[in-house]
């Protein structure tokens, strides 16, 4: 799927059952990104939560944590869900950029370089999750998402979102062994748990994965993505066609025109016998 | 050629196509001081707005040059030769219009030379923009190849030695873009409505683009001829409206088949925003104008222009069905253009009209029409010889 690398991709498992809210990782995201608190299209709003009801990412939040009442069993019940950047394995924005503004580094986080960046915005209208955002404000505007703090990551070390996780549920690990834990945990709580685990398949598998007692279509996460199978390839379906096109394209072009080339000579010496 | 004078009738529509162009210009200044969140109702949900879908129809409009090319270059269909340069020049004006518009519409307009050096060949958006390129490269030489025919005959007629290469390399590259326009959107399969979000999305607007192409030729011939009092000779446009409409029936028996292999057919009759869209689509696109050009009617000029004018309101409609009605259900619906998008998109249309205006007073783009410029005893004697042409 992706190149050959040797370190093994790194991820998180977000437990939703273990998330009481608190926001502790959307200011943690703030404070190491360097991002500030305050809505820039809307300064009288002083202080912005980046958790709550109706919490939404934007170019200057790259996580929230969103307040959700959701129904189980009959009753209503408060669910609490960390949104950003998923980090595919064969990511669409990676893929669909005409300008290779996005790579993918050893640890497998995807990173988006603004040196390149011409502003098309395809990446935004492909993302199957709708994570990258735009600088709208700004006169010469960069697109923004979650880079998973690829530079701790290279030094070993958690993103900051899930180094300072009270309740343990966001994980960070190997995605093999992130995986193989999300599986036992399921099967240890088959009562509790949705047997799923959100991004193992999602488009040929995401980084960062989640397990919930609820239905992720309740959540807010979409569900019908094409699953072990990623947007890229879709693409790919059409694009491996592309020299066929111009190779195929150029021959029947030619062989219609020189043939019809000839047959205007011909009809032309035969004194013009043919109709119009 | 010495004396030659250049020549554009002013008249009070085009002074005020001209002030909307300006406005439009002063307009695009501010959109580049204050950026795209300041002068659009563009946003995260809605990122793409007005001015792609704006871009999408033109290049599919603009496609009309390189199917009169096709079928007058490639399959040497002679009867159509004075439309096909005519219809090179709309689709140069309607290239270089998308450019303008797409300048205006990128958020990093500085870095647009970015994919030359880091290339994104993954990408369908990669093949659309350097087949563009080309194509715009290879219309500059088949203009000058019209340019200089009057102008420096010597020099045209060396380069009748490679135009049939050209010719055809320019109804190659197309081939790319057009397809590439569809496949765009099969970046979004989990987003776009199962109507039109299919695997077979290339091909359609392929074909879409290429069977408008007689389309946009049959309107503006109608409507020159009306401009020179000219008659309209509607057995030659109506030949050209059975290519299309062949190509209409094999596009129709595509995309039912692409509907009920896929399960969608349901969805269409489902009296939904999508589904009357839909319908309403294929009717202007294909249905109409398939009756139009097997009934008597397809042979006068009222049938013909109907003709015209439906296939391109329904290739506007498959443009918007896809950027638009098809998204709407994901990304809500939360987007009008705001004034700025779309005033500009009226000005730089404005800009093209006039250019289109100024060029075909003044260059041979009419077989045997003088230019205004020339005399008016020259008018009378290439009369016939316009007819000749055109028989």
Known sequence: MSSKKTTPNKGVLVDLTKCVGCGSCTVACKLWNNQSFQNPENREEEFRNAHGENVKLDSNTWTTVEHMKVQKDGKEVWRYVKRQCMHCQDPSCKSVCFANAFHITEEGAVQYNPELCVGCRYCMIACPFDIPKYEWEKVMPSVMKCQFCSSKLAEGEAPACASVCPTNALIFGDREALLAQAHATISANPNLYIDHVYGESEVGGTNWLYISDVPFGDLGFPTNLPMGKSVPENIHGFTRFTPFIFAGGAALWTGVHLYSKRRHAVAEAEGNEKHD | ?391
């Open chain 2, 1 to 391: 050629m010495s004396s030659r004078r250049w020549n554009f009738r002013i008249t009070p529509v085009r002074i005020g196509m001209f002030a909307i162009f300006a406005l439009a210009i002063l307009m695009i200044l501010f959109r580049y001081y204050t950026g795209l969140g300041y002068t659009t109702n563009l946003s995260d949900e809605w990122a793409w707005g007005a001015w792609i879908m704006a871009d999408m129809n033109v290049i599919a409009l603009a496609g009309a040059g390189f199917s009169m090319a096709i079928i007058t270059h490639v399959f040497h269909v002679e009867k159509y030769k004075p439309l096909s340069r005519r219809c090179l020049l709309i689709s140069f004006i309607g290239y270089v219009l998308v450019l303008l518009i797409l300048i205006i519409e990128i958020g990093r307009w500085d870095n647009f030379w970015r994919p030359f050096v880091s290339p994104g060949i993954h990408s369908p958006m990669f093949e659309v923009y350097m087949c563009i390129v080309a194509y715009m490269i290879l219309q500059v030489i088949e203009l000058v190849e019209v340019g200089t025919e009057k102008v420096a005959p010597k020099v045209n007629h060396k380069m009748h030695k490679f135009m049939p290469v050209v010719f055809i390399i320019a109804c190659v590259v197309p081939l790319g873009h057009q397809a590439s326009l569809g496949s765009l959107y099969l970046a979004m399969p989990a987003k776009l409505d199962g109507i039109w979000a299919t695997q077979m999305m290339p091909w359609l607007y392929l074909l879409s683009a290429f069977f408008v192409g007689p389309a946009v030729a049959i309107v503006e011939n109608i409507w020159s001829n009306h401009r020179y009092n000219m008659p309209t000779d509607t057995k030659m446009l109506h030949g050209l409206t059975r290519i299309s409409a062949c190509c209409m029936v094999v596009y129709f028996v595509l995309k039912t088949v692409d509907l009920v292999t896929r399960g969608q057919i349901g969805n269409v009759f489902a009296f939904d925003l999508q589904g009357n869209m839909f319908i309403l689509e294929m009717f202007a696109l294909c249905i109409l104008p398939i009756i139009i050009s097997f009934l008597p009617v397809g042979k006068t000029v009222g049938g013909l222009l109907i003709f015209g004018l439906s296939t391109m309101v329904g290739l506007v409609l498959t443009r918007f069905n896809t950027v638009y009605t098809g998204m709407v259900e994901h990304l809500g619906a939360t987007y009008f253009p705001s004034f700025l998008e779309l005033f500009t998109t009226v000005g730089l249309f404005c800009l093209a009209f006039l250019a289109y205006l100024y060029i075909t007073e003044n260059f041979p783009f009419f077989y045997g029409v003088p230019t205004d410029a020339q005399d008016k005893e020259a008018a009378e004697a290439s009369e016939s010889g316009f007819n000749q042409a055109i028989m």
